[in-house]
């Protein structure tokens, strides 16, 4: 029997986490542990309830999403997070796929597709709105931080791994298909994010796409 993914809401408007506390509760798979209406207290709230699932709003009184994410990301606790908010800027998706989000998600998609995407993300893998792919598209394309298939320089392990998060595929699946250890594919992504000059799984996804 799969496990129910526990999921906590962070977000400044009450209405909103209550309609997306309906929507989530609707799918036997979920459990909503908790509802914070500002940074601070979901911080202190997830200490308590130990979610494996963050959905965090950017727009926010007080400590904005950016910074509550920051905070998340230096603490212990072994939870994904998902932004879901209403702001399709190129800076907030870039900045938030920097620190770390594990998908970024608009507002105003359809209640099955967040539930589809929550359920993916609860298993690694970095889920991103279709709409704003052709955003991140456009960012990668800066001059700045393109890089060429022939001039990175990845080695042929670095080459599958890419390959297989351009697949979606999480860490535990990657070394599962290739015989390696968590470890070992943590340091290739490494490397070849540096290679890229990325900074996210996600970047080097769409990467990769654009080289086809």
């Not at 230096?74 to 770390?100: C, F, H, N, P, W």
């Not at 609860?122 to 022939?150: C, F, H, I, M, R």
Request: with cysteine; glycine share 6%.
């Amino acid at each position: 029997m799969q496990n129910i993914i526990r999921v906590m809401i962070i977000d400044d408007h009450p209405l909103f986490r209550k309609g997306v506390s309906q929507i989530i509760s609707d799918d036997p798979n979920f459990e909503v542990v908790g509802e914070a209406a500002s940074g601070q207290e979901g911080l202190e709230l997830a200490e308590q309830t130990q979610p494996d699932l963050v959905l965090l709003d950017l727009n926010m009184r007080g400590m904005d999403g950016l910074e509550t994410l920051r905070r998340f990301k230096q603490t212990d606790l072994l939870t994904r997070y998902v932004i879901l908010t209403v702001s399709d800027s190129e800076d907030d998706l870039m900045e938030a796929l920097k620190i770390g989000a594990d998908g970024y998600l608009l507002k105003d998609m359809e209640p099955e597709d967040l539930r589809a995407n929550l359920m993916k993300a609860s298993v690694g893998v970095t889920v991103l709105q279709d709409s704003l792919t052709q955003v991140l598209k456009k960012a990668l394309s800066e001059p700045d931080t393109k890089v060429n298939q022939a001039d990175a320089g990845l080695t042929d392990r670095e080459n599958e791994i890419l390959d297989c998060l351009a697949e979606g595929m999480n860490n535990k699946n990657i070394a599962r298909k290739l015989g390696i250890s968590d470890t070992t594919v943590k340091v290739h992504i490494k490397n070849i994010l540096r290679k890229l000059n990325l900074t996210s799984r996600l970047e080097a996804a769409v990467w990769k796409h654009q080289q086809k």
